[in-house]
């Protein structure tokens, strides 16, 4: 039998509590899995990260050196130990349950299938985390795709006073702007489902950019710099919330 204490919880606080489980199951797995291998010690890491491979024809595959480096700056400022080469996942497949926190970049066309919308609405409301980052071109496309994976939710932008943009680093103006595009503010949107942020989407802002290389985009230290420390933010927010 159940006991009262337990019946009285509320959703809020049982998602609350999925998340962390999720979190410390990845954690363990991920860990013992970082300990194969010649050297233990160097390999050792908290969780890895993933990058979504989606259909549709957009270039999910953008930014090849952004996570690479973002993971690196996480490990050089933080206490936090990611793996070094984030992984591919599809959004219709079992191993995305193993990752904290998915990364979705393009410049195009996204296309979930039902299946993909279902197990994607399913790894999120169980602890998961998805950041969109829009690389100029995405927009109508993921917001017409993402109400198949929550239909009952709209986008709303959080706060420039929210956690997300005080983390570690603190931004009291929101996202930083890093490529001009049409030469909008940049706007960090959020789904919350039952009190959580589930995906959050930067959009006129471009951080991937900002994360990549600096013989990519020839970008100035100080912006590249803006847009890694948002990125950490964006990264621990997810794995400690």
């Not at 030469?183 to 960090?188: A, D």
Request: proline share 4%; with cysteine.
């Amino acid at each position: 039998m159940y006991s009262f204490s337990y019946i009285c919880l509320t959703n809020q606080l049982r998602m609350k509590i999925a998340k962390k489980v999720f979190f410390i199951l990845s954690i363990l797995s991920l860990s013992f899995l970082s300990l194969q291998g010649q050297d233990q010690a160097t390999n050792r890491f908290h969780f890895k990260i993933a990058k979504l491979k989606y259909g549709g024809g957009g270039d999910w595959y953008a930014n090849p050196t952004s996570l690479p480096n973002l993971i690196s700056f996480v490990n050089q400022n933080t206490t936090t130990k990611v793996a070094e080469v984030e992984d591919i996942v599809e959004a219709g497949g079992t191993q995305i349950y193993q990752y904290p926190y998915v990364y979705m970049t393009g410049h195009g066309n996204v296309s979930f299938s039902d299946a993909d919308a279902m197990n994607l609405r399913n790894y999120l409301i169980s602890g998961g985390f998805l950041h969109i980052d829009d690389n100029y071109g995405m927009d109508k496309y993921i917001r017409k795709e993402i109400k198949k994976v929550f239909p009952e939710l709209d986008f709303v932008e959080l706060p420039f006073d929210h956690e997300i943009y005080r983390q570690h680093f603190v931004f009291p103006s929101g996202l930083p702007k890093i490529h001009e595009h049409d030469n909008k503010p940049p706007q960090g949107f959020a789904l919350i489902f039952e009190g959580r942020v589930v995906v959050f989407y930067t959009f006129e802002c471009d951080l991937g950019d900002g994360w990549e290389d600096s013989s990519v985009h020839r970008d100035a230290p100080e912006l590249r710099q803006k847009a890694l420390e948002m990125g950490a933010n964006i990264l621990l927010w997810a794995i400690l919330n």
